[in-house]
């Protein structure tokens, strides 16, 4: 017998670190560099009998169905050299079912069976079984088999393992009994002596506990809980990479960009390495927020760090650059990126949808048919969505057709809704209810706010009454629907019907969001509401507030005080609008930044007409260049240009007064928003 059969043969656990590596002993697989090259060496491994080396054998499985390239996985093969080796030990059986469980679902389910074979070949799992098994039902929802699988482990006794521990956490997180989850971690973590069990198993140990915390955390951000991820992420005494991660994207996640950019802010202060993960989980709230510093600076430290700009990480940093308004550093991103996917053109085609450049919009989406990629389904929503900021109906449905007919796609709710919203915006206002009427699938309150939205642009009273009705039986505590009715009341004087809405919208504890402008300066980000003055520098924002009013009276400019839509006199209009929150924000860039510098603000509401039309006048007066981006882009907004702006935003701003979409996040692989030049 070869001296090297028994290292594996009974209790399963690789080789110590003084034990030389059984794959020093058959270098031969570790020159692989296709499966091709395995099933040789397999075949000659047959031929000599070395199959018979329950070593060599387990090495042949080892690499095809756990190495860590996956171009070289093979499970289909694994699994067959794992049916014919004469002698199954703990350490085969492992790892058979880790490579099935790192797979797909459909294979994670066959890890479980293979589980359910194990055990009638009464061969006795260890601790290196159990994390596998518990993330393939995990990944599969099988909690039943999970609790029994945690039973067993109990049994064995490997309740105090941090792995085994970590895994059964995970799992509970992810089938979604968070009570479960939390009774194991209070149990072993919080209701430990700390001190104890640091001493306990070295760094080990607490490497393992630091992951059981960053699966809680990651299971209260999945319910929403950012308070209780809050708390917990506090109450650590060790963080990893992995700890600011996990908040970063959960914060995004449950679109709290503000917090996401200031724990992210946090992590920088503890001067932590920034991996690429780091990267790509705060870049989305950099997208947010607006914060082209902050997105210039993780651009820059990518690159001298050497972290890879790859197809996931380019993309984010091109959305980044679109929705700060600099759609011209996207595409340099771009068309350096070494290879393009259909990820990063579809990213592409969004940037220049979000800036109403159509026609580049189109010219990318062809140039991405002739590198020979074919559309996804998110390529075509933003496509669609260029079409419908452009007003491009015909082009429009071709593409919903060439979508369907040619690249066989089935249509997605989202492409239905930028439909509604193409038709809508062009004030095709009955056309549009009929599509949502035929629609094979049902429509969504994103849809109908679509066709709400559309009404209100183009005064269609009637019909915003029959769509907001709809909209208020199926989302009764959302506010859009009674707003934008109301809206539509008080736009034809009618105080009575806006006075019965507003009672309605009281009676039912429904609140409007306020209105919340950002501005981003030397890298803090500094809040603005309605009225607002709570700010440190509030008196000397206020005092160049009135230097802007007095000096736009003086350019000759009068408030647009019909955009007020309340019963009040023409003074108190005027006054109401004057300390809207952009206008207190442009205010605190014009005092906190060096004369010249550009400012650029974000609102989480769309901007009302005296603002744009004010902040205009603002940025020809101070000779600043001031743009400004919508988060909320579900209703409309009106924008224009100053003159001699050229080029294609200029065209279209000036063909179309209307813009809005249909829907927000789920028109991209990132989160929207747009940008207006003012």
Not at 48 to 62: F, H, V, W, Y
Not at 178 to 197: E, H, Q, T, W
Not at 218 to 226: A, P, S, T, V
Not at 314 to 333: F, H, N, P, Q, T
């Amino acid at each position: 017998m070869n001296p090297t059969q028994t290292l594996y043969s009974s209790g399963g656990n690789p080789p110590s670190s003084h034990s030389t590596h059984p794959s020093s002993l058959f270098p031969q697989i570790n020159r692989c560099r296709t499966m091709r090259d395995l099933s040789q060496i397999h075949a000659t491994f047959v031929k000599s009998g070395q199959m018979r080396d329950t070593l060599a054998a387990a090495e042949l499985l080892r690499f095809c169905a756990t190495t860590s390239d996956l171009l070289h996985r093979d499970l289909d093969y694994a699994h067959k050299i794992f049916t014919q080796m004469p002698h199954r030990n703990t350490f085969s059986w492992n790892t058979i079912i880790r490579g099935f469980s790192e797979s797909d679902e459909e294979n994670a389910i066959i890890a479980i069976t293979l589980f359910h074979e194990m055990m009638k070949d009464s061969v006795e799992p260890n601790r290196f079984t159990f994390p596998s098994l518990l993330k393939a039902c995990a990944k599969t929802g099988r909690i039943e088999e999970g609790k029994q699988i945690h039973a067993l482990a109990l049994k064995l006794g490997l309740s105090g393992d941090e792995f085994v521990m970590s895994n059964l956490v995970r799992m509970y997180v992810m089938c979604g009994l968070m009570r479960d989850a939390c009774v194991l971690f209070y149990k072993n973590i919080i209701g430990r002596d700390m001190a104890v069990n640091m001493m306990v198993d070295g760094g080990r140990k607490r490497d393992g506990e630091v992951v059981i915390w960053n699966v809680m955390i990651d299971g209260y951000m999945r319910l929403g809980d950012c308070k209780a991820a809050r708390t917990l992420f506090d109450q650590m005494r060790v963080r990893s990479v992995v700890s600011w991660n996990t908040m970063i994207s959960g914060y995004c996640k449950n679109g709290c960009f503000k917090e996401a950019v200031e724990i992210f802010c946090e992590m920088r202060r503890a001067d932590l390495r920034l991996s690429y993960v780091t990267l790509v989980s705060v870049l989305p709230a950099v997208s947010r927020i607006g914060s082209l510093e902050l997105g210039e600076w993780l651009h820059s430290y990518a690159g001298s760090n050497r972290v890879e700009i790859d197809d996931v990480l380019g993309s984010a940093l091109i959305d980044m650059y679109s929705k700060c308004g600099v759609v011209e550093r996207a595409v340099e991103v771009f068309e350096r990126l070494p290879r393009k996917n259909v990820i990063t053109w579809s990213a592409m085609i969004n940037g220049f949808a979000i800036h109403g450049l159509a026609s580049d919009a189109i010219d990318c989406f062809c140039r991405m048919r002739e590198a020979g990629v074919k559309p996804s389904d998110v390529a075509y929503i933003n496509l669609l969505t260029a079409c419908s900021h452009a007003g491009l109906v015909e082009e429009g449905r071709k593409y919903f057709s060439q979508m369907v007919n040619v690249d066989g796609l089935d249509p997605r709710i989202e492409h239905y809704g930028c439909m509604v919203d193409l038709l809508g915006r062009s004030g095709l206002l009955e056309e549009a209810e009929q599509f949502i009427h035929n629609m094979p699938v049902k429509p969504d309150d994103v849809i109908w706010k679509a066709l709400l939205g559309a009404c209100r642009m183009h005064g269609n009273v009637e019909m915003g009454k029959r769509v907001a009705n709809i909209l208020m039986d199926m989302v009764p505590q959302d506010s859009g629907a009674y707003v934008a009715l109301s809206n539509m009341y008080a736009s034809q004087g009618n105080w009575s019907e806006v006075s019965e809405m507003r009672l309605r919208m009281k009676e039912m504890d429904i609140r409007k969001d306020p209105g919340c402008s950002w501005i981003d300066v030397d890298g803090v980000l500094h809040e603005f509401l309605v009225e607002d003055d709570s700010h440190p520098r509030a008196k000397v924002i206020n005092s160049k507030l009135v230097e802007i009013s007095e000096k736009l009276r003086l350019a000759g400019y009068r408030p647009i005080t019909t955009q007020v839509l309340l019963n009040l006199e023409e003074e108190d209009k005027e006054n109401a609008l004057h300390y809207h929150s952009e206008k207190i924000a442009v205010a605190f860039g014009l005092i906190s930044t060096t004369p010249g510098k550009p400012i650029r603000i974000v609102k989480n509401l769309r901007i009302c007409e005296d603002c744009h039309s004010s902040l205009k006048l603002i940025s020809k007066v101070y000779e600043r260049k001031i743009t400004r981006k919508d988060l909320d882009f579900r209703e409309s907004v009106r924008s224009l240009l100053p003159e001699g702006i050229n080029g294609t935003i200029d065209e279209f701003l000036h063909r179309f007064t209307g813009f809005s979409s249909a829907y927000d996040s789920r028109l991209s692989g990132f989160d929207s928003g747009n940008w207006w030049l003012v």
